[in-house]
């Protein structure tokens, strides 16, 4: 019987023994293997703009992630105005901004370019569009590519020939254009840390 007792607890032992160096071993591995996501705030922190892009497509599944981060932003009573043009074709890109004289490259060689546009009808709209546009931005940035706004409205000089362009309707307004690539170039985050445009209690 003693001997029993003790042939049992030599197996029981080693069972503890295989299975924490199992676990050590999955742990181990998981460490290595997959690099720790960004949390929410370090994507905030460490966005910035892109305006060089390799050229490199951008893919659908990304696109439809970074379009739903847009339309998980708030909006006035939930009416979520926003409406989005998103072109991926090289030479409509170039068609409509080719001849931006702040930089044609900045669209030419983004994967696509993203045009959010809001619904005038809505009250709020230019708020809450804005609010789906940095949602796109930030969302780009967690996907490790570039994005950065450029501006629409209110600019009628940018507002004009995108509308047309574009085809959209009277109360649809461009609010921003947004190229979206894969980055060619790394520039550092700007500090914009001021504690003296904070009031607290009051003015
Ligand atoms: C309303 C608005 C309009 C902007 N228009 C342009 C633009 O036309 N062209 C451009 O290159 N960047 C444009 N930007 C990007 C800003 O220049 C950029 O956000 C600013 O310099 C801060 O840099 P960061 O985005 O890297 O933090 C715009 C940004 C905003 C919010």
């Known amino acids: 019987m003693l001997l029993l007792n003790i042939n049992q607890n030599h197996i029981n032992m080693r069972k503890i023994c295989f299975l924490t160096a199992l676990v050590a071993v999955a ?7 997959q690099p720790k996501e960004p949390s929410a705030l370090d994507v905030i922190m460490t966005r910035t703009s892109i305006r060089s892009f390799t050229g490199d497509p951008v893919t659908q599944d990304q696109l439809e992630t970074i379009l739903k981060a847009g339309m998980a932003a708030p909006s006035a009573i939930n009416l979520q105005p926003w409406k989005f ?6 030479d409509k890109i170039a068609g409509t901004f080719g001849n931006n004289p702040r ?3 900045m669209f030419t060689k983004a994967g ?11 009250m709020f709209w230019f708020e809450d ?3 789906a546009a940095e949602n796109i931005l930030l969302a780009a940035h967690a996907l490790n ?3 950065v706004w450029t501006a629409g409205y209110p600019a009628q000089d940018r507002v004009k020939p995108v509308s047309e362009a574009l085809n959209l309707p009277e109360n649809i307004v ?15 985050p700007k500090d914009k840390w001021n504690p003296s445009n904070i009031h ?3 003015w």
């Open 27 to 33: 742990l181990l591995s998981g460490c290595k293997s």
């Open 85 to 90: 043009v998103v072109m991926t074709d090289k």
């Open 103 to 105: 930089g044609a490259d």
């Open 112 to 122: 696509a370019v993203i045009v959010v546009c809001g619904d005038t009808s809505s």
């Open 129 to 131: 569009c804005s609010a």
């Open 145 to 147: 590519l570039g994005a």
């Open 174 to 188: 461009p609010l921003c254009i947004i190229p979206v690539g894969v980055p060619a170039e790394d520039p550092q």
């Open 200 to 202: 607290y209690e009051k």
